[in-house]
């Protein structure tokens, strides 16, 4: 398959269309950005890393019966995936307390929440990503209650199968981001990537941060921890 016009450049990736209509290709850069731009930098082999860890989890995930985008890793950047209608939005699944959640509402990192808490973001850069709730997605058009219903019962999926596969690893999974799509065939795909870029992965018991946390908040080599997050998780499957 061949690459054929950019159809998006993100901050992390390019999509490129593909002489097949149905497909696309994702391209993984080692370009590192935090707070909407204002922090950036290119770190070593970021985009190789997450690609394969990305690769891994995508995987595991469709053995356990996720319907995903991922077809399969192409090469050390690059991954083949279906081609959908992505939906502008950004579902956050917090297992822990942390970042931006922890601002907001002043509570202490770390702390467990009673329930697992889901948020719903709308993409958008300019605006810079606002919580919005299920109303508003309905309100402006964007995708319907049933399309909703259906990707909670995804999302809590893809959580339950995550939690203890990261915890096999010796990993907490804090919290993480995800994204869907609508097929031509109108069925809702996970897309996107699931790595160290998207979710909060801390060491159990030691609660030594591995995730882009290092590169937002200056705490450490991120190359070496993403090489780290892969390790385990190759052993593990
Ligand atoms: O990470 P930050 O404090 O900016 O935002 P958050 O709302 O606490 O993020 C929750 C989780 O979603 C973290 O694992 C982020 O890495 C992830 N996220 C993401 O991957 N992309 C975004 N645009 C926003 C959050």
Known sequence: ???????????????????SPKHVILAFK?????????KKSSIQNK?????????????????????THFIQRLNDREQLCLRTTPLPLEFIVRNVIAGSLSRRLDIKEGTVPQNTIFEICLKNDLLRDPMINRT??????????????????????????????FKSANINLIDFKLEFGV????????IDEISPETA??????????????????????????????????????
């Open 47 to 67: 985009g190789i890393l997450s690609n394969k860890i990305s690769e891994i989890i995508f995987t595991h995930l469709a053995k356990n019966g996720v319907k």
């Open 183 to 190: 097929d031509a065939q109108g069925e809702i795909l996970l």
């Open 30 to 38: 080692d370009d590192a950005s935090a707070y909407f731009g204002i």
């Open 136 to 165: 508003h997605v309905t309100a402006i058009g964007i995708t319907n209650d049933e399309t909703l219903d259906k990707i909670k019962e995804i999302i809590q999926q893809v959580n339950a199968i995550m939690v203890p596969f």
């Open 200 to 237: 909060r992965l801390w060491e159990c018991d030691s609660q030594k941060i591995l995730d882009s946390d290092l590169f937002r908040r200056d705490l450490g080599n991120v190359e070496e921890s993403y090489t780290d997050i892969l390790n385990r998780l190759q052993t593990n499957i």
């Open 1 to 19: 398959m061949k690459k054929t016009d950019i159809l998006h450049e993100g901050k992390a990736k390019v999509i490129y269309a593909t002489d």
